[in-house]
């Protein structure tokens, strides 16, 4: 019997990291879509430099909180922060709409 507890906890540990990374893999893709999608402002399935600098422009704009052109590193710290709580509760919906094609996607 401790043979069969042993080996069960021994798989399950080893399965663990497996999970994660599906976890992550799901989580990254959730965010790699939303990110494009906010980012391709004309809708043409690409994002052009234009785009990718207006983007970044306005995440700065949002991350620098007192508005005196620089970041802190308590900025940067506070925008990953929000940023990262709302892809973690993204990520409890299995399924979400890609309002941008029209379609439904299945978190895997």
Known sequence: MKKLATAA???ACMAAPAYADMHDDA??????DEKFSMMDTNGDGMV???EYDAAM???????DTNGD????????MAAKKAEWSKYKGSM???V?????????????
């Not at 989580?27 to 790699?32: I, S, T």
């Open 9 to 11: 906890v021994m798989l």
């Open 48 to 50: 052009s430099k234009e």
């Open 69 to 76: 052109g620089m970041l802190s590193k308590d900025e940067m």
């Open 57 to 63: 422009t306005k995440m700065f704009n949002d991350a």
């Open 27 to 32: 989580h990254m893709k959730a965010m790699v």
């Open 92 to 94: 409890s919906a299995p």
């Open 96 to 108: 979400s709409n890609n309002t941008k094609t029209n379609k439904t996607t299945k978190h895997k």
